[in-house]
């Protein structure tokens, strides 16, 4: 007799689909927010930079949703020009940081001993350092800066996705479909490209999500610490900086609203990878 709770291996084509599609809209809504979010930065970043002494550390309101700061700059303003600003250094970072963990990664997989163990090396290197403190040493070496913030997030922050990629691309070197496609005559790159890069895929959109997060609050935390980006450009960590001095005086709005701003616009890139990872991913493919 056949037991009726045994799990479905591949669940109906009209169960499958509206999941798909959810998470497609997820993914993709979420995308376009973010988009919105940026342009919307971009486009009032002058206006945010703009003076009012006359309305100087008023209150949330109708007119001033976030409230305005000690030089009358509205707040709302400045929280979008200062997203905007770390969504850029956070996405343009990680996503270099984990094209830099696939090519380390796939060099120590595929290449000889010496290169394994040349990239384990570096790996170990840059790890055992203190994090916080070569990301700020790198900064300060490139003149701080957007640039200077963008690359020291880029250059350490790969070692731990490139150690998840080479055991991946490992396990599918030695896989069987793997043999075959050598037996049948295929050679490296096209085994590389039809068959290890769809293999590592999923564990590489899952590595360039975690990645975003940690990038743009690191870009926050130098930034507030004087190492990051300079005090003229709106960024969240420089308005959390500046707030700092006035939350005594009881302007709580200067730092909550940008603060709480910075952590919906991290759960929004969470929610767009899990969506995508679950599009991506064979093994959650049937969810």
Known sequence: MT??????LSAPRTRRLPNRRRAFALAAGGALLLAAVVAAGLAVSSAAQ??????KNLAPSLAHPFGTDWMGRDMFLRTLAGLATSILVGLGAAVV?????L???AVAALGPRWADGAVSWLTDLMMGIPHIVLLILISYALGKGFWGVTIGVALTHWPSLARI???EILQCKSAGFVAVARQLGAG??????RHMLPYVLPQFVVGLVLLFPHAILHEAAITFLGFGLPPEMPAIGIILSESMGYLSAGLWWLAVFPGAALVICVMLFDAVGSSL??????AR???
């Open 103 to 105: 090519a380390l990664a």
């Open 277 to 282: 990872r679950k599009l991506v991913d064979p």
């Open 188 to 193: 490296r790159a096209a085994i590389a490209v």
């Open 285 to 287: 493919a049937q969810e």
């Open 50 to 55: 703009a003076t009012d002494f006359a309305a």
């Open 3 to 8: 037991d009726a709770t045994a799990p479905v």
């Open 165 to 167: 990629l080479r055991a």
């Open 97 to 101: 940081s984990s094209l830099v963990a």
